[in-house]
């Protein structure tokens, strides 16, 4: 599926093919809530990086998260997640360690996207105490990270596209 995005502001708009467009994956780490807002969780896709065409790449920031290690030490995360410097809006999320994905946020899609079957709750363990999730009847709780990969899930459920 082809999928077209853009910052609030319109300076700039994307474009990637997507083989995982089911918006199912509701993450509510500190990370996520905290620079993607909405609901007090982000809602990442899955799309293919060579794929990734930008135009207004001259407004897009880049933001990589302090992480803390087992020592309390911070280092920064390998991830990059992407911004217009303008509108704040986010945009995609790309790391190194996975250089063929990228992952827009739902959020900054502008392409009609399908309706999942069930969601996946995620980094429930790092959600803001006023957070009160809304589980539908096939929905799948976690306090941290799944098993199941996105390419996994849409295969699970035949959702293919």
Known sequence: ???????????VQFELTSHHPYPFNLCYCTICRKTAGGGGYAINLGGVADSLHVKGSAHVQIYQARLSDTTGRKEKSAARRHFCRHCGSPL?????????????????????????????HLMLGSKAAWVQPSMGEHDQAYEAYPDEAIADWHQRLNLEC
């Open 1 to 11: 599926m082809q999928l077209k995005g853009s910052c609030h502001c319109g300076k």
């Open 92 to 120: 995609w999320v790309w790391d190194p360690r996975w250089p063929a994905l990228i992952h827009p946020f739902a959020s900054a899609v502008d392409t009609p996207l399908p309706t999942p079957p069930e969601r996946v």
